[in-house]
């Protein structure tokens, strides 16, 4: 067998040609950057849903939150929605040219999506969109992984027009 790093959990072959782990060389190498496309697209879509479900305010621009662009590099626009309740955490997302997303929860915990995207990792960006909806409408919970003290309050949502 040859050494095929395509190769993934959906494809019924082995990964990496049968070994039980990469070769070296598929560390740091990103073969096909562009299976991560969708993320912008799904972020698009979830950002979207957010600003129609929930009452919040949003702000764009790569100057809403510089630390995701000196964590994670290159980012072709940022957005922030911040609730309307003082005690409920805000939620940044950027775009990032990779292609992938990053996301600020409240003022502290940041993700990547993907998380790495080397072909060691052979990540699937279907699991990182699931990932992403996740960690985000966990926040609209007010789940405490927001950051700040205490547990940050749900966020409101709109009143659907009836």
């Known amino acids: 067998m040859t ?3 395509s190769a993934g959990p959906s494809s019924g072959r082995p990964r990496w040609g049968g070994a039980s782990s990469p070769p070296d060389d598929a560390y740091g190498r990103v073969t096909d950057p ?3 496309r969708p993320l912008h697209v799904a972020a698009d879509g979830l950002l979207a849903e957010l600003v129609r479900d929930f009452e919040v305010d949003r702000t764009d621009g790569l100057d809403v939150d510089p ?4 964590v994670y590099g290159e ?3 940022t957005s922030r929605l911040t609730p309307q309740s003082p005690t409920a955490a805000s939620v940044t997302i950027s775009w990032s040219a990779f292609p992938g997303v990053h996301v600020r929860l409240g003022g502290g915990r940041m993700h990547a999506f993907p998380t790495c995207g080397c072909d060691a990792c052979d990540e699937d960006a279907d699991e990182a969109i699931q990932l992403l ?3 985000v409408l966990a926040v609209t919970r007010g789940e405490p992984e927001g950051g700040g003290a205490g ?3 749900p966020w409101v949502r709109r009143r659907q027009a009836g």
């Open 75 to 77: 980012h072709l626009r």
């Open 34 to 36: 562009e299976r991560f």
């Open 151 to 153: 547990r940050p309050s």
């Open 133 to 135: 909806r996740e960690v």
């Open 67 to 70: 630390a995701l662009s000196s």
């Open 3 to 5: 050494d095929d790093v």
